[in-house]
């Protein structure tokens, strides 16, 4: 995270200019190091700053790609990296930690190594528009699951699966997500975020407001009643535009 480096540069700061001349002692070379480096010391502290621009432009990146997503044809339709940062940022915001190692080994592989709860789970993701999952790369999986020592394993595929592959997993630490599945965690992760960004201030209306009309003010499709499923407004009842996902208006009830 970009504020990693900025806390960091904080510390480095704090040690070169006052902890570090203390530790020197009576060692003439560590005294000069030390005052080498008090002297500089916003200069060296902002040497830790440069990677957090660069953070802060990768994670606005994986936020948008994410939500910009309207359905499958859109997930399918984008390229094998694109897919592999957006299911890295689905599972970021469900409050994993993720590590990308990248797409580019062969079957088997590990895209992605997620953490939760002291657990440890290794992800491949295949961008497959038409083709099925075999059984083959689920049981590779399986085993660069007990070479890497992890608790649990994820396959993700914009795809589906064959029956034989299905029929492995059953009963293993293996989770496969197909692309229906995907589509629909994407979907949720923008109502949440849309829920909690919007709704607040839409669920709380002036009192002795009239109830505004029951169409979208976005695009004036017809509005369908919802419940919050997640987030700090869960439970509460809300209108929603008919044609969500491509469509994210909202009205209080």
Known sequence: PWWVSVVVAGIAYVFFKWVFPGLAGQSVFLKVMAQAFQGNAGLVSCLFLIPAPIAFFNSSRRR?????????????????????????????????GVEERGGSAADGGVDLVLRKDGKTTVTQCKRWREVQVGVQPVRELFGIMHAEKADTAIFVSSG?????????????????????????????????????GHLAEALAPARGAPQAAQSCSACGSSMVRRVAKRGRNAGQPFLGCSKYPRCKGTRPI
């Open 160 to 196: 589906t699966y064959t029956a034989d592959a299905v029929e492995f997993a059953r009963g293993q630490p293996i989770r496969l997500i197909d692309g229906d599945e995907l589509a629909d965690m994407v979907a949720a992760i923008q109502e949440e975020r849309l829920i909690e």
């Open 64 to 96: 948008k790609l994410l939500d910009s997503q309207t359905g499958i044809e859109s997930i399918r339709a984008m390229s094998w990296q694109s897919f592999e940062l957006l299911v890295g940022e689905a599972f970021r915001r469900q409050g994993y």
